[in-house]
């Protein structure tokens, strides 16, 4: 059974970090472009970062350059998002989802296959 289950949402200051995790299991992961989503009331579903299924490139939505960086362990079958200098506009539901790609070097914000249940990111005083 295809599944990623999303974990490492919470509560955290303003300026504060987060590690949210996406484990994998039911496919070859190796085969699977994996991205971060996130949305929150009212908004629109934003792609902050993908990661080809080699790992090899990555993409960074603008508006969390430099705050968010996403890695992966195919061994591990786990993609991370490492969120630093936490804004209340960060807050919102996050979750990963899978895209086959078989090119190494490729991955999108725009769409994808398979998603997880999410985690609560509130970033908050």
């Known amino acids: 059974q295809f599944q990623l289950v999303e974990s490492g949402g919470g509560l955290v200051q303003p300026g504060g970090p987060l590690r949210l995790s996406c484990a994998a299991s039911?496919?070859?992961?190796?085969?699977?472009?994996i991205g971060w989503f996130r949305q929150a009331p009212g908004k629109e579903r934003e792609g902050v970062a993908c990661?080809?299924?080699?790992?090899?490139?990555?993409q960074i939505t603008d508006s969390v350059k430099g705050r968010f960086t996403i890695s992966r362990d195919n061994v591990k079958r786990i993609i991370y998002l490492q969120l630093n200098n936490l804004l209340p506009e960060d807050t919102a539901d996050y979750y990963c989802?899978?895209?086959?790609?078989?090119?190494?070097?490729?991955?999108?914000?725009?769409?994808?296959?398979?998603r997880g249940p999410g985690t609560q990111g509130t970033v908050s005083s």
């Open positions: 989802a899978a895209e086959s790609d078989p090119r190494p070097s490729s991955c999108t914000l725009f769409h994808f296959e398979h």
């Open positions: 039911g496919f070859k992961v190796s085969d699977y472009a």
């Open positions: 990661i080809s299924r080699t790992g090899e490139y990555t």
